[in-house]
């Protein structure tokens, strides 16, 4: 069974710029959840999908965005790039209603 | 964005001593869960607690779930070098996949 895995490892990027990052969800799970842990904090809550739709939101600004696919796997667009988005982006995938299970994440610098 | 308090920041032990962290939130929660995550990885579950009272054993590790639903505790007995690593709470008003809210975390260093 392949757990949750996450792409690119790092990345770096210049204000006002644009990323996505990837997150591929453990085998039959269904719902993903994306989470930003900012140096020295705990995981903060962005958004969750589900079946293709999102499925709650945490307080994020709108150029927060995401997608998730019919195999299930998601992506997190963040769109006009501010210093204080630098942290690590967790995805963590479970079957609805089930336990969640975290990717290694993706540490985003912004320059 | 909502934490929990998470307590103590830091802790460092010498290898054979028992630790003991705590969670406490302003709100009720349904469900708690202890995570830690180590450097490069995401956070690993490590004991989830769904019952007000309820205490919960995983080899070393005991959790318990406040009776008030407000806090939860995790003990770690006999501490050993690969214990290092930063511990979360985490708490849900439901469960399941429904979102998780988390604590500061507790840095734990264990000298041996």
């Known amino acids: 069974e392949t757990g949750v895995t996450q792409s690119p490892t790092h990345l770096i990027k210049t204000r006002g710029q644009q990323v996505t990052l990837r997150c591929s969800s453990q085998s039959g799970h269904n719902t993903v959840s994306w989470y930003q842990q900012a140096l020295g904090q705990g995981p903060q809550f962005i958004f969750q999908?589900?079946?293709?739709?999102?499925?709650g939101r945490g307080n994020f600004p709108p150029r927060f965005s995401g997608l998730q696919f019919p195999n299930y796997s998601s992506e997190l667009n963040v769109n006009a790039l501010e210093l204080d988005d630098s942290a690590l982006y967790l995805c963590?995938?479970?079957?609805?209603?089930?336990?969640?299970?975290f990717g290694p994440g993706t540490r985003l610098t912004v320059l | 964005g909502q934490q929990l308090n998470q307590s103590p920041q830091s802790m460092f032990i010498q290898e054979g001593e028992d630790v003991s962290m705590n969670c406490t939130s302003s709100s009720i929660f349904n469900t708690w869960l202890w995570y830690k995550q180590e450097p490069g990885e995401g956070p690993v579950l490590l004991i989830a607690l769904y019952k007000a009272g309820e205490l919960t054993s995983n080899g070393r590790l005991t959790a318990q779930f406040g009776i008030t639903r407000k806090d939860s505790f995790l003990n770690i007995s006999a501490s050993i070098p690969s214990d290092v690593g930063i511990y979360f709470c985490?708490?849900?008003?439901?469960?399941?996949?429904?979102?998780?809210?988390f604590g500061k975390g507790t840095k734990l260093t264990v000298n041996p």
């Open positions: 963590a995938s479970s079957l609805a209603g089930d336990t969640q299970y």
């Open positions: 985490a708490g849900q008003t439901q469960g399941g996949s429904e979102k998780l809210v």
């Open positions: 999908y589900y079946r293709e739709e999102e499925n």
